[in-house]
């Protein structure tokens, strides 16, 4: 398929390229989530079979949260500048295919947790770089992102189904190796990208060009007090899910559950997910950002309560259904409040932050708290994330008075200002 090479309005893309697009960036959403969908699940179980105790999974699993504070924003913030989320993104996947076979060889504790920060700080820097690839594009090509992030979504289901059959049969030493032939996958498609022109004019003065590297627009983000509660709120929900990801499986197998019905289960929850990013533009005109927010956080507060209470199989099904909004809908609201409230040359920056927060500060201090909570308490430790969640839905109220935005017909409302 032909690059398309530079933005044009929705009027001048013939439908060949509409679909060139579509399919490029659903064919990359598909290959990195061949690493999330076993990185996930099954990095723990391998951690597990490494001889690593609970306290030292969550280390491993939480310490590239914290790290990526200051990385994947500075590596968002050059791809900004230079305008060129692409090559970073290919730059990226490289690195981790690299460090992914680097982790494969590691034995120990020390020499582990300093593989997998390498190859987790690489691939989650993917994530925010391609979101905003996806949102400009989609806004210039007139494309509906739920629809391209859901090919990401399918393939979750579809290595995690065959991951959980995989390790059953040969063992929990095979999931590194999943990793890395996802990794592999994803730096192949990674050269299939479309292009996007940057956001900054070729021509634009040199100096202005160097204060925006050296951070104004990442500034001016974080000093906005709207932006702080938006990623308050975002951020709480999405790490509230830390305790399911780092000890989800484990905590199953404990109560005796198959890994088949762990990849399973968790077919179900990223399949819901996909049902909602299938219709995720009805959605949005109908609710609007913020609203998503606030299903997604209220949703997450029951999801994890009554996790809490060690559910019986029948019931983990309805609960998984949940994911749709814990995730799903909380996940959606984040990248379109992004969209309509910060400029196309700051997005990528944007992105990085929110992913961050939420995967990064958030998911990071909820997974390292975790770790200890999970050793003492079991599968009760869940209501320690139904707290954080009512945090995600207290600030996602807030951030709806502050908007001044209706929860239905949201279409109709006013964008958010950062002031």
């Known amino acids: 398929m032909s690059e398309i090479q530079d933005p044009m309005p929705r009027a001048r893309l013939s439908e060949p390229e509409r679909l060139s697009f579509a399919a490029r960036l659903g064919l990359f959403y598909a290959a990195l989530f061949l690493i999330y969908g076993v990185h996930v699940p099954y990095l723990p179980v391998w951690l597990d079979w490494r001889g690593l105790t609970a306290e030292e999974i969550a280390a491993v699993t939480a310490a590239p949260f914290f790290i990526r504070l200051a990385v994947t924003p500075a590596l968002a913030l050059v791809a900004d500048r230079l305008g060129n989320h692409r090559g970073m993104i290919q730059a990226l996947c490289w690195a981790g295919l690299a460090f992914a076979l680097v982790l494969s060889q590691m034995h120990g504790f020390w020499p582990v947790l300093f593989a997998a920060i390498a190859f987790s700080i690489a691939i989650s820097t993917i994530m925010p770089l391609t979101e905003a690839v996806a949102i400009e594009g989609a806004k210039w090509a007139g494309l509906d992102y739920g629809r391209m992030r859901l090919w990401g979504s399918l393939s979750f289901i579809g290595v995690g189904?065959?991951?959980?059959?995989?390790?059953?049969?040969?063992?929990?030493?095979?999931?590194?190796?999943?990793?890395?032939?996802?990794?592999?996958?994803?730096?192949?498609?990674?050269?299939?990208l479309p292009r996007i022109a940057p956001a900054t004019p070729a021509g634009a003065d040199r100096g202005a060009w160097r204060g925006r590297f050296l951070g104004d627009e990442a500034l001016s983000l974080v000093r906005?007090?709207?932006?702080?509660?938006?990623?308050?709120?975002?951020?709480?929900?999405?790490?509230?899910?830390?305790?399911?990801?780092?000890?989800?499986?484990?905590?199953?197998?404990?109560?005796?559950?198959?890994?088949?019905?762990?990849?399973?289960?968790?077919?179900?929850?990223?399949?819901?997910?996909?049902?909602?990013?299938?219709?995720?533009?009805?959605?949005?005109?109908?609710?609007?950002?913020?609203?998503?927010?606030?299903?997604?956080s209220a949703a997450a507060l029951v999801r994890w309560s009554t996790m809490s209470l060690d559910p019986p199989l029948w019931l983990l099904i309805p609960l998984q259904l949940l994911h749709a909004l814990t995730y799903g809908a909380s996940h959606l609201g984040a990248v379109h409040f992004i969209s309509q409230a910060v400029s196309p040359g700051a997005a990528g920056t944007a992105q990085a932050l929110y992913a961050t927060v939420a995967a990064g500060l958030m998911m990071g201090g909820a997974t390292l708290v975790s770790g200890p909570l999970y050793a003492a308490f079991g599968g009760r430790a869940y209501l320690a994330m139904a707290v954080l969640a009512t945090v995600g839905l207290i600030a996602s109220l807030l951030l709806l008075r502050r908007t001044g935005q209706a929860l239905w017909g949201a279409a109709s409302g006013r964008p958010p200002r950062l002031n």
């Open 161 to 192: 189904l065959l991951g959980g059959a995989l390790v059953d049969r040969l063992g929990a030493g095979i999931g590194i190796w999943l990793i890395v032939a996802g990794a592999a996958a994803t730096a192949a498609a990674g050269h299939s």
């Open 224 to 296: 906005s007090p709207l932006f702080l509660v938006f990623l308050l709120a975002a951020g709480a929900v999405q790490g509230a899910h830390a305790m399911f990801y780092a000890f989800g499986a484990l905590n199953w197998r404990a109560q005796g559950i198959s890994t088949t019905w762990v990849g399973a289960l968790w077919a179900i929850g990223v399949l819901a997910e996909v049902l909602l990013f299938a219709y995720s533009g009805p959605v949005l005109r109908r609710f609007g950002a913020v609203a998503l927010l606030i299903c997604g």
